[in-house]
């Protein structure tokens, strides 16, 4: 569990004893007014209380605010960021390093589609995302992964292409064109 979800846990615990304290307040309040709904009360001469709202809210403002306060959170959103990237091309080697050291290379998903890179990857409660236009294609079966000092190197061999040969034709004249001078 990362320090950042036990920290949440905590602040969501704090959060939900702060509201049955608060309720059992308001409760008290009620009962000492008479259920009168006065947010003012005394139980003897020599002791009274009032309970209120910074803006001046009564005991239902109280007991809302205690409702939502033990109410569990809705599921938080995931972050998102993107990767650091930087592209090294090589003689016969196309490198891509990611700097993020939060990111464990077990988590990363690479996936290859011509020469474009798409990278993601689930850390905790952050998502990482990065697209990468590589340039020139490689060929995906020869990938290799390594991580070191926080940084994931990914390393490709270079697709061969292989080259044509040139074609021989002859210019064709365009009916109704001058002759060329050259």
Known sequence: ?????????RLMHL????G??????????????GNSGEAKASVNRKTSFSARTLDG????DLAELANRLKAKPEAPVPVRRNLDTEVVEEAKHVIVLINEPSVQMSNLVVAIDGDMLELSAQQAEISFIGE??????VNPDTLLMLARAGVIELRWEK??????????SKAKPVPGAAPSGC
Do not use: H, I
């Open 20 to 33: 049955t304290a608060l309720e059992q307040m308001v409760e008290a309040a009620k009962a000492a007014s």
């Open 132 to 137: 990468v236009f590589l340039p020139c294609t």
């Open 57 to 60: 809210g009564d005991l239902a």
């Open 15 to 18: 959060s939900s004893t702060f």
């Open 1 to 9: 569990m990362s320090e950042n979800t036990s920290l949440l846990q």
């Open 159 to 168: 697709q061969l292409v292989k080259a044509k040969k040139p074609s021989k």
